[in-house]
């Protein structure tokens, strides 16, 4: 194949870019980015070069800098070179040494873009680079979004060699006398992608030679029912996610029949995984109050929902100081605080909103999560009820009754936030003076 007049088919056919675009390459210095740098120079696109110095193979990593910068100046195309501690990075955020090169990688890239006008980012991944990251993908364990692969456009970032053999591209470079360095590491079985590049797939390719165009035939199959998949799981939360406020709730009863990995998808965002999916399914139609928990979010089974929450550090206590009108924080939640007339004052129904008669309001008040033992007397009751006991009545999540606040004036609850005021601080006839507290 033509490997000069395969790129530009597959540019036209992806829509990766246009001739009046900058393009930034990504090269590193070996064949795969190199050959990519001389093939779209060749068509005539408009080219910038962004060459990362890693600094993990010592000389070698600046002899590639030195080479990425003598062939932009060959080729008269703008150089742009950054060196990282790598290293350092990765293990200053607990992260691999692969991990935090992609990072500090495309941050640098995304200040390019920024600094030099740059309207795409072309890597050189090819054929092979797919193969090796589905087999990766599988032998680690994947949803069917690792089953694509590679693709060819994500948002600024393009992979216009994707269509090609990594034997075509050394085939193309040998060919035209193309220079390039190599990067020793690859040769090493240390990393896991070069355990499958050296002894994976060479037993593959005794079974079937062709293994990377057929690998990117079925790769594209996969991209199709991925978007598809895709519409039917927005369709689903649609149809299951109740949003209220931080809290999402999902009907136990539009479960009964919901496959748990289907399931696991629509809950994959929050941290949960297949094998607590199934666990969710079978307990939500058995048992209630069973919480599952991952890093960021926490899941309760109550009685008709299933409700997520994040996990969010309880709210201090918060002090009003007076009855100047404002703002508070109240944990992750802002709070609104008016007064006004009682004569102009029409009563907001929003539980969320509470209307108390400011004469009876004795400051500093407190605002702090309610604590056993806590208790107050209802709106519309006339005796004392344990704060503990309401919450129950009102069948409140137990993922919910753990922010719970209240709001007290001289160690009385004045009100228990999002649910009751107190009946002793309501408004009368012979109020003057409304303080509004309001969860904006």
Known sequence: MDLLQGIQEFIDSENLFT??????????????????????????????????????????????????????????????????????????????????????????????????????????????????????????GTGIAGLHGIKASQGKLVRPLLFAKKDEVLSYALLHNINWREDKSNESSYYQRNLIRQQVIPILKQINPDIEATTQSTVEILSVVEREYHKVLNNLRQDLFLQDRHHLSIPKSKLTTMEPALFADLIRDYGFNLHQAKRILKQSLQHTGAVFNTKSHELNIDREYIIITPKLPVPEVVSIADATSGVIDVGNERWGIRK????????????????????????PMQVRVWEPGDRFIPLGMKNFKKVSDFLIDKKVPRNYKKRVTVVTSEGNIVWLAGHRIDDRYKLTNSTDTVLEIKKL
């Open 340 to 363: 006004t007339s009682a004569a102009k004052y029409q009563i907001d129904e929003d539980p969320n909103c509470a209307a108390i008669d400011m004469d009876k309001l004795k400051f």
């Open 19 to 140: 001739r009046n675009q900058q393009i930034l390459l990504a090269v590193s210095g070996g064949v795969d980015s190199v050959v990519l740098t001389h093939l779209l120079f060749e068509l005539g696109y408009e080219l910038q070069i962004g060459h990362v110095n890693y600094q993990l193979r010592g000389v070698a990593s600046d002899q590639d800098e030195q080479f990425v910068k003598q062939l932009s100046e060959q080729l008269a195309i703008p150089f742009y070179s950054k060196r990282f501690d790598t290293k350092a990075y990765a293990k200053s955020n607990g992260i691999s040494t692969q991990m935090a090169a992609r990072e500090l990688r495309y941050q640098w890239f995304d200040t390019l873009i920024d600094i030099h006008g740059i309207d795409k980012i072309a890597t050189a991944h090819h054929l092979n680079d797919v193969l090796e990251t589905v087999l990766l993908n599988i032998t680690k």
